[in-house]
């Protein structure tokens, strides 16, 4: 049996504190490879400037999850890609590339 895979949904902006939660105590328990964010909807405001927030999730890059935010979204929302940090992967949609991760064997989750 494969090792169990995270795929953390975040879509609201609100909903932050509870994804770092999760975020953080995964990345405790060294299992930070294993983890998926994918950020869209209102979430993609928190992603912008340096932050405590921002400073936790690069952390949490650093010892190897994966960060990855909708195109779309910062189209619908006037975000300039180039205000998001480089260690976030834009990807073209965000529900059909949250299918290809739940098929992979990521377990979804939405705080």
């Known amino acids: 049996m494969s090792e169990p895979k995270y ?9 932050w504190p509870r994804v770092l ?16 964010v994918m950020i869209n909807g209102t979430a993609i405001y928190v992603i912008q400037g340096d932050n405590d927030w921002t400073q936790a999730m690069q952390q949490a890059s650093e010892a190897g999850a994966i ?9 619908n929302h ?15 949609a965000a529900v059909p590339v949250i299918a290809e991760h ?3 064997g990521y377990t979804y989750i939405k705080p």
């Not at 795929?7 to 609100?14: F, P």
């Not at 960060?67 to 189209?75: A, D, N, T």
């Not at 890609?81 to 834009?90: A, E, G, K, R, V």
């Open 7 to 15: 795929l953390l949904h975040v879509t609201e902006a609100d909903k």
């Open 21 to 36: 939660s999760n975020l953080g105590n995964l990345t405790a328990l060294g299992l930070a490879s294993r983890i998926r």
């Open 67 to 75: 960060f990855e935010v909708c195109e779309k979204s910062l189209i």
């Open 78 to 92: 006037g975000i300039d890609f180039n205000s998001i940090p480089n260690w976030i992967t834009p990807i073209w």
């Open 102 to 104: 739940v098929a992979e």
